[in-house]
């Protein structure tokens, strides 16, 4: 079973920023395409961003010029840089590898903002 490890998770004050990391397989870390999801309770699971292997990156609207997403080859990790945190960023974030039929999810880290 191909494992994705997240960390990084945990409380802030509205305002403050967390450090978001996930490590892959290097096998899968060098041809898919990464990403950060967050699925707060009643809520359908939603694209927090995206990069492809070239660089390539895509936001989410709630979260473009708040959010960055990085990829480390050396370490085989992406990072989601989070500043300006919100009360409603508050959710599991789940990191991703896609790659054709290829698709493998972590188990999630918990991002909690307060007021």
């Known amino acids: 079973q191909v494992q994705l490890v997240e960390s990084g998770g945990g409380l802030v004050q509205a305002g403050g920023s967390l450090r978001l990391s996930c490590v892959a397989p290097?096998?899968?870390?060098?041809?898919?395409?990464m990403g950060w999801y967050r699925q707060a309770p009643g809520k359908q699971r939603e694209l927090v961003a995206t990069?492809?292997?070239?660089?390539?990156?895509i936001y989410s609207d709630s979260v473009k010029g708040r959010f960055a997403i990085s990829r480390d080859s050396a370490k085989n990790t992406v990072y989601l840089q989070m500043n300006s945190l919100k009360v409603e960023d508050t959710a599991p974030y789940y990191c991703?590898?896609?790659?054709?039929?290829?698709?493998?999810w972590g188990q999630g880290t918990q991002v909690t903002v307060s007021s």
């Open positions: 991703s590898a896609k790659w054709g039929p290829l698709d493998y």
């Open positions: 990069i492809t292997n070239d660089g390539s990156t």
């Open positions: 290097s096998a899968v870390f060098r041809i898919c395409t």
